[in-house]
């Protein structure tokens, strides 16, 4: 796992953005997935800001995203579907037909779960999965507890992912409670894991995810299982890291021939 450090949230933005355009530079056609939130805003907007510049091109990439409600009708501005369109997806050259959103309106939920791991099979797997992180440790909507080996499959959110998620909607208890997410085991059959995060808000749990147990009980743990991983975080996002001057340390003599 490397940790990076960076002094604010537009440096985390660039170099998160910085990793995905060396991949897409070097494998047009890579399989993305994505990940909503706040963590992951900046990224896209550098990206879409190189897009635009026609530096940087998504025509023949494919992507996955990690998450959908269950029961909010079509076109639902707060569904992950439109988010992802408004914040990315819509604003860069990505073949439509090629972005996949699991499905939260089927009258088959179980199968429709099983449908998507196959088309995430069936691409190839992801080349990169983009990842932020809940105040209690939670990737995609596996909150505490999950099965670190868990699939796609439908999820019940805690009170206060609900909480979180309020603001997206007019009204709190239009929030719903349960969620088709990604499992950790999916997430991890990913080449690499891209986890962002920045704020004060999220020290605790980057701390939890990079230098405490593998717990279900902080689902972002799982990410050291996998040999793969680059963490970028500002400096308050670091706060409660132990080890954070050796990252800093390890960053700065990094080698020119060591991958990224």
């Known amino acids: 796992m490397e940790v990076v450090i960076q002094p604010d949230a537009?440096?985390?933005a660039v170099f998160g953005a910085d990793i995905i355009d060396r991949l897409i530079s070097t494998k047009p056609g890579a399989v993305l997935g994505l990940a909503?939130?706040?963590s992951p805003l900046g990224v896209y907007d550098e990206l879409i800001r190189r897009c635009v510049a026609s530096t940087l091109s998504f025509e023949d990439a494919t992507a996955f995203l990690l998450d959908e409600y269950i029961g909010l009708p079509p076109g639902h501005p707060a569904s992950y579907r439109v988010f992802i369109e408004q914040h990315f997806t819509g604003r860069v050259d990505i073949d439509a037909s090629h972005v996949h959103v699991p499905d939260g309106a089927a009258d088959d939920i179980v199968a429709a779960c099983h449908d998507y791991e196959q088309r995430i099979r069936d691409a190839g797997g992801i080349d990169l999965q983009l990842l932020g992180i809940g105040a209690d440790g939670h990737v995609g909507f596996n909150e505490p507890t999950s099965s670190l080996a868990s699939r796609t499959r439908v999820k019940t959110?805690?009170?206060q992912t609900r909480s979180d998620n309020a603001r997206f909607f007019d009204n709190p208890d239009e929030v719903p409670h349960h969620v088709v997410t990604q499992g950790i085991g999916t997430i991890l059959e990913a080449r690499h894991l891209l986890l962002i995060a920045n704020?004060?808000?999220?020290?605790?749990?980057?701390a939890k995810a990079v230098e405490g147990p593998v717990t279900s009980m902080c689902p972002a743990s799982a990410?050291?299982?996998h040999p793969h991983v680059t963490v970028v975080i500002d400096e308050a996002a670091a706060a409660e890291l132990t080890?954070?001057?050796?990252y800093r340390d390890t960053f700065a003599g990094k080698p020119l021939w060591q991958s990224s």
Do not use: F
Not at 199 to 206: E, M, N, Q, R, V
Not at 243 to 246: G, M, N
């Open 10 to 12: 537009a440096a985390v």
């Open 243 to 246: 080890l954070a001057e050796y």
């Open 157 to 159: 959110l805690t009170p």
């Open 36 to 38: 909503t939130g706040s």
């Open 223 to 225: 990410i050291q299982l």
């Open 199 to 206: 704020g004060a808000s999220k020290a605790g749990a980057i």
